[in-house]
């Protein structure tokens, strides 16, 4: 973080390339060569077309545009282009096999490495402080988040398996916490490795609002649903109402009830849902109108940032909710090191410092916002990578999941996709006005 030492920050951007790549090996090599060839959903791409695009990706930033090396093989850039083929067409395009895709990214890599070693970390904004470096490892470990997805989606016995979550004692503390009202600082100017649409860092004034300690959980959840929640149309905005009666959506995506049971599928296995565990797998919509059945409200983008990273005593935004050092285990649930969230109030070492717990890791969080520019945004190193999602049709996520690497998250972070989605690792957390004085 800010660190000036050119040597660390290297460092740090080949442990950043290293360990993506450990992630990206064992989600492509934990099924037999068939599965990452076949399309398990149409939401998602095969397997092998994650693979290839992380290479070429890595190619076209790393070897070409900072190596300025010249091009391994180009004739496949349009393959691997995600806005020439929408996901569900790529099953059927002519993608590397799955021997040569690890062969090609491969040979990338040890190319990149190579480019890492002789490349001046100042004087050019795309190298500064590794910073084209630190945008490719972040781009690998979405796909890879992406690639859990798919694997979550797959039918047939597990692939993957982590240990759990530390179990926790019932959470007792206070179900919600005062954020002041008051200006504090969004988004970054400052941290190194931070993507363009968290920049700059800009002063944001919230009113003060409750906000629930803990994301909600599948007790609370389920208590909406049998409440009859998903059969009455006031809880829901008119589009969500509309999007669950079409598709018969009574429940959160993977539950079924049987018997007087709740089950859901995780990773290949079933199992009753657990009522301590964050809500997953549900879409905007759903959140909404939990939220709206609750009597309560989604947080604001900015509601969330202030309750993550305000720190009142000093009155500076943090990097994370602990404070400025990087997660470590005792801190979040990041990084696949769990294939599923941990109970509602865990991680007592990484709450903010009003007393705001798991917003970093465990499920990533549904805002109220739409996602658009911060005041000043310029797209950078290009327009593909949130500029042209800027817009009413996509909702801010924050926070990260269990299968986010630390590398992609930040207090900072911002995530976004359509309200309709939720086989993403979605969960939420609601918000209420406090009352005037
Ligand atoms: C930021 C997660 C919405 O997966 O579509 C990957 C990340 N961008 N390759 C996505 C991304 C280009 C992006 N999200
Ligand atoms: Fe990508």
């Not at 693979?51 to 090396?69: C, D, F, K, P, Y």
């Not at 944001?204 to 609370?220: L, Y």
């Not at 190193?381 to 996520?397: N, R, T």
């Amino acid at each position: 973080p800010g660190d000036p030492d050119p040597e660390a920050l290297r460092e740090r951007a080949l442990d950043a390339l290293l360990t993506a790549r450990a992630r990206t090996a064992l989600l492509t090599s934990c099924v037999e060569d068939p599965e990452l060839t076949a399309q398990h959903s149409p939401l998602m791409s095969p397997l092998v077309w994650d693979l290839a695009h992380i290479g070429n990706q890595e190619e076209q930033w790393l070897l070409r545009t900072v190596g300025g090396r010249e091009a391994i093989r180009p004739e496949i850039d349009g393959l691997y282009d995600a806005f020439e083929h929408p996901r569900a067409e790529r099953p059927s395009l002519p993608l590397l096999p799955p021997a040569e895709a690890r062969r090609y990214v491969h040979e990338v890599r040890g190319r990149a490495l190579d480019v890492l070693e002789g490349t001046a970390f100042h004087g050019d904004r795309l190298t500064e402080a590794g910073f084209a470096f630190g945008m490719v490892a972040q781009h690998e470990q979405q796909h890879d988040e992406t690639m859990l997805i798919t694997h979550q989606l797959r039918k047939g016995a597990a692939a993957l398996t982590a240990a759990d979550p530390a179990p926790a004692p019932p959470f007792t503390g206070p179900s919600e916490v005062l954020v002041p009202g008051g200006p504090f600082t969004m988004g970054t100017s400052t941290e190194p490795w931070a993507l363009d649409n968290e920049r700059p860092a800009h002063r944001r004034t919230v009113a003060a609002f409750h906000i629930d300690t803990t994301p909600v959980t599948n007790g609370a959840y389920r208590a909406f649903v049998e409440d009859g929640g998903y059969d009455d149309p006031r809880w829901w905005a008119p589009e969500g109402w509309d999007h669950i009666r079409r598709h018969g959506i009574t429940a959160p995506l993977f539950w079924r009830r049987e018997g007087g049971q709740w089950l859901r599928r995780r990773f290949g296995v079933t199992e009753p849902v657990p009522a301590d565990e964050p809500v997953l797998h549900v879409s905007w919509y759903e959140a909404d109108a939990y939220a709206r059945w609750a009597g309560r409200r989604l947080p604001t983008e900015a509601e969330w940032e202030k309750a993550a990273r305000h720190d009142p005593a000093s009155g500076r935004s943090r990097r994370y909710p602990w404070g400025d050092a990087d997660p470590g285990p005792e801190h979040a649930n990041l990084g696949q090191r769990h294939l599923r969230p941990a109970p509602a109030g865990s991680y007592p070492a990484g709450e903010s410092p009003l007393g705001v717990r798991q917003l970093m890791g465990d499920v990533w969080e549904w805002t109220a916002s739409d996602f658009a520019p911060y005041p000043g945004f310029t797209a950078f190193p290009y327009k593909e990578y949130s500029e042209v999602f800027f817009g009413p049709e996509y909702k801010v996520l924050r926070g990260g999941s269990f299968a986010v690497d630390q590398v992609a998250c930040r207090g900072t972070f911002r995530n976004w996709d359509y309200p309709v989605r939720r086989q993403i690792f979605s969960g939420f957390r609601t918000a209420r006005d406090a009352e005037a004085v």
